[in-house]
């Protein structure tokens, strides 16, 4: 089973009970994560939350990091 | 030397903060950063690219430099409450320099979404810095609501055009009970030293510095600049004065025409 959700604008399947924190794992974000946050259908997840966190069909995950910029 | 900088109790040595905007390079920003003796830079947060190496975070790291997290590119209040509250997750700091922008030709500030959001983030236990326009009853309401810091733009972002209006300035900074940071605007040193001796309280400055020939060098005079606008304030300016006044005196000056004749300029004495 999968879900379908959307990743930073793009369309994606994930296994069903994928959390937050496999997901940033699988895209290769830096371990530690400082520098990085998640909101979830335009909430924050936060950190301590990433584990636990499982997006469901229909989600819109947004995955944010660090850039230049101000 | 000169005197320090106190943001929502965080002392700070420097008086210019650094955008982090517009470098070629993280090396350069590196660099930048190290020649401005900034403490405080700014970044943004944007969806990950998994692609990227080596992060900004690190750059700041080595560089010593405290992360000043933004909400730049927001158009709502909504949006920008959600980026900060991003940013406090990515970065651990409650502080966030607020940018709720209403035109992307201008970039100026949306006065009703800042206000909303600020209102929002302050609620929420930030420590907000606001960039907003020149507007002195902005800036004030902007304080009223316990906005930590007030940054007035000088001119739009990126523009180079230095402060279009110091009449405002003057007036932010002689009501405003927090500091007063200029920015966006600055297009060289000398708009940086201007704003300080003004009495802004210290300059938010990107462009000027990421996008000239040499950022290094001019993040060197930026710095210096800054130092420069310090002492002229507390040394204190002259009064302007619509007329010419001698620095030497007129007493004493000899008169070498023939004896019985007065001095050609007589009558100007």
Redesign the interface.
């Known amino acids: 089973m999968s879900v379908a959700v959307t990743l930073?604008?793009q369309p994606r399947e994930l296994a069903e009970g994928t959390s937050v924190e496999a997901l940033l794992k699988s895209?290769?974000?830096?371990g530690s994560g400082?520098?990085?946050?998640?909101?979830l259908d335009?909430?924050?997840v936060?950190?301590g939350l990433w584990a636990s966190t499982r997006p469901g069909d229909g989600s819109r995950i947004?995955?944010?990091?660090?850039?230049?910029?101000? | 030397m000169t005197g320090g900088l106190t943001i929502a109790g965080r002392a700070l040595r420097s008086r210019l903060i650094l955008?982090?905007?517009?470098?070629t390079s993280h090396e350069l920003?590196e660099r930048a950063l190290r020649a401005a003796g900034a403490e405080l830079c700014?970044?943004?947060?944007?969806?990950?690219?998994?692609a990227?190496r080596g992060?900004?975070?690190e750059v700041l790291g080595r560089a010593g430099v405290e992360?000043?997290?933004?909400t730049?590119?927001c158009y709502t209040a909504r949006d920008a409450i959600?980026t900060a509250?991003?940013?406090?997750?990515?970065?651990?700091t409650d502080w966030i320099?607020l940018?709720v922008i209403g035109d992307d030709r201008t970039l100026l500030p949306d006065a009703v979404e800042l206000m909303a959001a600020a209102e929002a983030l302050v609620a929420d236990g930030f420590t907000v810095l606001p960039y907003t326009t020149d507007d002195p009853v902005l800036a004030r309401r902007l304080e009223d609501l316990g906005c930590a810091a007030v940054m007035p733009l000088g001119s739009p972002i990126g523009s180079g055009m230095g402060m279009l209006n110091p009449y405002n300035i003057a007036l932010i900074v002689e009501r405003a009970a927090v500091p007063v940071v200029l920015d966006a605007g600055i297009g060289t040193a000398s708009d940086a030293a201007l704003a300080i001796e003004l009495g802004c309280d210290a300059v938010l400055c990107?462009s000027a510095i990421s996008r000239a020939h040499d950022p290094v060098a001019m993040a060197r005079a930026v710095r210096l600049a800054v130092e420069a606008g310090e002492l002229a304030r507390g040394a204190g300016r002259i009064t302007r004065r619509h007329y010419a006044q001698a620095s030497t005196p007129d007493e004493g000056r000899p008169n070498f025409e023939p004896p019985g004749r007065e001095p050609a300029d007589a009558a100007r004495r």
């Not at chain 2, 700014?42 to 998994?50: E, K, M």
């Not at chain 2, 992360?67 to 933004?70: D, R, S, Y």
Request: charged share 15%; aromatic share 4%.
């Open positions: 930073n604008g895209l290769a974000a830096p400082r520098g990085v946050a998640v909101a335009g909430e924050v936060p950190r947004e995955i944010v990091a660090a850039v230049q910029g101000g | 955008g982090s905007g517009g470098f920003l700014t970044v943004a947060l944007r969806r990950i690219d998994p990227a992060g900004i975070i992360v000043l997290p933004n730049a590119g959600v509250q991003l940013a406090r997750e990515a970065f651990a320099k940018e990107a």
